[in-house]
């Protein structure tokens, strides 16, 4: 895929340099890097201009010059369109409000400082490392099944059958200590109930009666049941 007509055959296997997106963090991260090769997490938007040297567009530009021997420019777009929304959808959704949760529980004391030794730890750990992603890999992988079924939907399940359940346990038991741990534990707790009040989460609380109908309709229009 490096060396082909439209660069000059120049072959590089440095995948990095045509890389846009690096899925190993929890939260996946544009790679858009500076003089060092290093990505840059600057988020003011003119000190971040001044420190980019190579774009994560630039990236898949060149990217796209392999593709493009084999498919149209409207299917290599269609292709990352896809990919970039299943990224933010995952990064919006569950990681960044999945490691606001975490971190308020470090930094309001509910969990030691020792890694692993409480459930959470596992769980938010299988959530971006594991099923977050095998989700993210496999979008850019183009697999169906692994980006939904072995991804995605163990990503929400995860995410609201424990993430969320185990930090209202570590919050109530905060609160029942009373003193500066109650305090510390209702800071927590405003941190996990604005995520859930967000448009987005706002379902699993007030419900979605509405929408389940609609569904439940297309289901039986499209497959008669
Ligand atoms: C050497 C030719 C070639 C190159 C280069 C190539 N592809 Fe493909 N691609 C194919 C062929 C052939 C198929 C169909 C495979 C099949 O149907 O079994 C395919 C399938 C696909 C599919 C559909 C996969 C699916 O499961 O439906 C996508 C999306 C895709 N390519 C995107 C890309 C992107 C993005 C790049 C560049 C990073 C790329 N391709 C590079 C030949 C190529």
């Known amino acids: 895929m490096s060396g082909n007509t439209r660069n000059d055959g120049d072959i590089t296997h440095d ?41 994560a567009e630039e990236k898949r530009r060149r990217m796209e010059t392999g593709c493009l021997h084999c498919h149209t420019q409207r299917y ?14 995952y990064n919006e959704k569950f990681a960044r409000p999945g490691q606001a949760i975490f971190n308020s529980l470090l930094a309001q ?14 769980t938010w750990f299988y ?17 169906p099944d692994y980006t939904h079924w072995h991804g995605m939907f163990e990503v929400a399940e995860r995410f609201y059958m424990e993430l969320i359940p185990q930090a209202r346990e570590l919050i109530a038991e905060g609160l029942a200590h009373g003193g500066a741990e109650a305090a510390a534990a209702s800071r927590v707790s405003k941190v996990v109930e604005g995520i859930l009040a967000r448009p987005e989460h706002a379902w699993f609380e007030q419900g979605a009666e509405e929408q389940t109908r609609l569904i439940r309709e297309q289901m039986e229009d499209r497959y008669g049941q």
């Not at 600057?42 to 000190?47: I, P, Q, V, W």
């Open 15 to 55: 995948p990095g340099e045509r890389i846009s997106w690096t899925n190993r963090p929890p939260i996946s991260l544009r790679m858009d890097t500076d003089a060092d090769d290093n990505i840059v997490k600057e988020t003011d938007s003119a000190r971040r201009e001044s420190l980019i040297v190579d774009t």
């Open 76 to 89: 290599v777009n269609a292709f990352y369109e896809q990919y970039d929304n299943l990224l933010i959808l």
């Open 109 to 122: 004391g509910l969990l030691t400082d020792t890694q692993f030794d409480e459930e959470i730890e596992w």
């Open 127 to 143: 959530l971006w490392h594991h099923e977050g992603r095998r989700a993210r890999h496999r979008a850019s992988m183009m697999a």
